[in-house]
């Protein structure tokens, strides 16, 4: 059995994936909350980097249109925002609901987060929780969501033994200890992505990691600082893995970020039998870059183990997609934290799977498929979830074009111009 259909595309040349989601989050937050001017370069224009900007501006941060080039924003301190007129949108984003909790939990004033349908049935209990420790008063919807109001105050410090690895958790505990400047200590049963320490650290916060334990020491000045965005590891994985089912050809994705918590994705990848080389190292504002280059391989099934998931787990229906296209049984567990995504991507992956003709199970916190290399066509219902529908197409783009995606816009939340792309490299 081959790793791919006959009618597998070829891939060829060089491009840049948008600016990664997280870093794009963040470096908006942390520069609306230092003492001066930030440029903020390659920002990700997506529908969920919009709402966070929107956050912002409704609590006082002039933030320009981010279709600029370079977005300028000057901070007005940490102790600078001011209540918003009205309720604050969010929008899809669980990042932006998350981690503002945090910066508004140590903001001496109330605010209430929202969000669309989606988003409004994400847990927030797990922020709620340990902010609430630290003295602030955070009031979710009855299920647990959004709507959320949050009555600021100042905040007393906390060590918080997480339950769940959240890198959102973590960094709205640390947020909210920078702008209430007290010490906190958050412990996590396993490595998340570690953008915020290292953003902080870069802006002058005295932030410590050992293990998995991350603490943040008071005291300091948020400096700002600019930011050249690097290309997000997960919108890379859509191409990298496009190159690794195609029929021929190398594909190379320049500028991607190469932080050791989000690559986990390659990793598989390789383990799996595609050819990846990493070259061009570089630093971006304290994360690491390279350019990825990726040819296809003879595609076998792995076992993803609990340890991996959080280094993995936005890719993980891209690499359910691939593991249709590879011989033998890909099974992946501990990956329960799939079910409270934009969509229950357990749920979501499988069904729409079968739904294509391949074979594929849940599991409570996972999934097994078993790839084939017979023809795939078939309707896949999206659920409004942008990793869903990317992930889909590119199986598509390598069965033949016989998948068709009921709802293809929602890629906007976090790749615009995503199909243009697909198309353009696989011609």
Do not use: Y
Request: hydrophobic share 45%; with cysteine; net charge negative.
């Amino acid at each position: 059995m081959t790793s791919h259909g006959a009618r597998a595309p070829r891939v060829n040349g060089a491009i840049r994936v948008p600016g990664d989601k997280s870093i794009s989050h963040r470096a908006l937050m942390l520069a609306a909350l230092a003492e001066g001017s930030s440029e903020i370069r390659g920002i990700l224009r997506s529908a969920d980097v919009r709402s966070t900007a929107a956050v912002l501006r409704a609590l006082g941060v002039t933030i320009p249109d981010l279709e600029a080039d370079v977005v300028t924003i000057a901070g007005v301190g940490r102790r600078g925002l001011r209540a918003g007129v009205e309720a604050l949108d969010c929008g899809n984003s669980g990042t932006t609901a998350r981690l503002m909790a945090g910066i508004l939990a140590a903001s001496h004033f109330t605010s209430t987060l929202i969000g669309d349908a989606s988003l409004s049935r994400r847990p927030m209990r797990r922020v709620a929780t340990p902010l609430r420790a630290m003295g602030a008063t955070l009031e979710p919807s009855a299920e647990g969501g959004l709507p959320m109001t949050i009555h600021g105050r100042a905040l007393q410090g906390t060590t918080w033994h997480s339950e769940t690895a959240s890198a959102q958790v973590k960094s709205a505990i640390l947020l909210a200890g920078l702008v209430a400047d007290v010490p906190v200590e958050v412990h996590e049963p396993a490595a998340t992505r570690d953008h915020t320490e290292r953003m902080l650290r870069a802006r002058g916060i005295d932030v410590r990691s050992e293990g998995n334990s991350i603490s943040l020491v008071p005291g300091s000045a948020l400096r700002a600082a600019d930011t050249d965005v690097p290309g997000d590891p997960s919108s890379a994985t859509f191409f990298a893995a496009l190159a690794a089912m195609a029929s021929g050809g190398t594909l190379a994705l320049e500028h991607v970020g190469t932080n050791p918590t989000r690559t986990g994705a390659f990793d598989v990848l390789a383990r799996m039998g595609a050819t990846l080389k990493f070259e061009a190292f570089a630093d971006a504002g304290g994360e690491p870059v390279a350019r990825l280059v990726v040819s296809p391989g003879l595609l076998g099934a792995t076992i993803i183990e609990p340890h991996e998931v959080p280094s993995l787990i936005d890719e993980l229906p891209m690499l359910a997609c691939v593991a249709a296209r590879a011989q033998g049984e890909t099974r992946v567990t501990g990956a329960a934290e799939l079910r409270v995504k934009e969509s229950d991507r357990i749920t979501a992956v499988v069904q729409n799977l079968r739904a294509v003709d391949v074979d594929a199970e849940e599991l409570p916190d996972g999934f097994v498929v078993r790839g084939s290399d017979r023809p795939l066509a078939g309707r896949i219902v999206t659920h409004g979830d942008h990793r869903i529908a990317m992930a889909f197409g590119v199986l598509s783009a390598v069965s033949g074009g016989a998948i068709a995606i009921d709802d293809p816009d929602c890629a906007i939340v976090s790749f615009p111009g995503f199909w243009e792309l697909l198309t353009h490299v696989t011609r």
